[in-house]
């Protein structure tokens, strides 16, 4: 079992930046490929960003590439996910997941609570 919890949300301006972390506690962090996800009220869930065990491979959703940068260290069991230019419509409730194969579809076994990002204009 992974204990996934996230961080880092809040409410921030239009054009601004937030840094969400997500801290992993249970089995070896290095065993799982970790996602981050969103979800807005009334949506299906998105994929965000995606990186493999140790870090080598990332992947990027295409409503959000180039805005975000995704990273893990693997020393301190935690995930990031650094969102750059945030607009109105990055506003969701954002998830962090940890699974034994990196993919942009919500297969992933461990899910943390989320945390709420929300952009003014």
């Known amino acids: 079992q992974v204990l996934l919890v996230e961080s880092g949300g809040g409410l921030v301006q239009a054009g601004g930046s937030l840094r969400l972390s997500c801290a992993a506690s249970?089995?070896?962090?290095?065993?799982?490929?970790m996602g981050w996800f969103r979800q807005a009220p009334g949506k299906v869930r998105e994929f965000v960003a995606g990186?493999?065990?140790?870090?080598?491979?990332?992947y990027y959703g295409d409503s959000v590439t180039a805005r975000v940068t995704i990273s893990r260290d693997n020393t301190k069991n935690t995930v990031y996910l650094q969102m750059n230019s945030l607009k109105p419509e990055d506003k969701a409730v954002y998830y962090c997941?940890?699974?034994?194969?990196?993919?942009?579809?919500?297969?992933?076994?461990?899910w943390g609570q989320g945390t709420q990002v929300t952009v003014s204009s």
């Open positions: 997941a940890a699974g034994v194969k990196l993919t942009a579809t919500p297969d992933y076994a461990h």
């Open positions: 249970g089995r070896t962090f290095s065993w799982y490929a």
């Open positions: 990186i493999s065990r140790v870090g080598g491979d990332t």
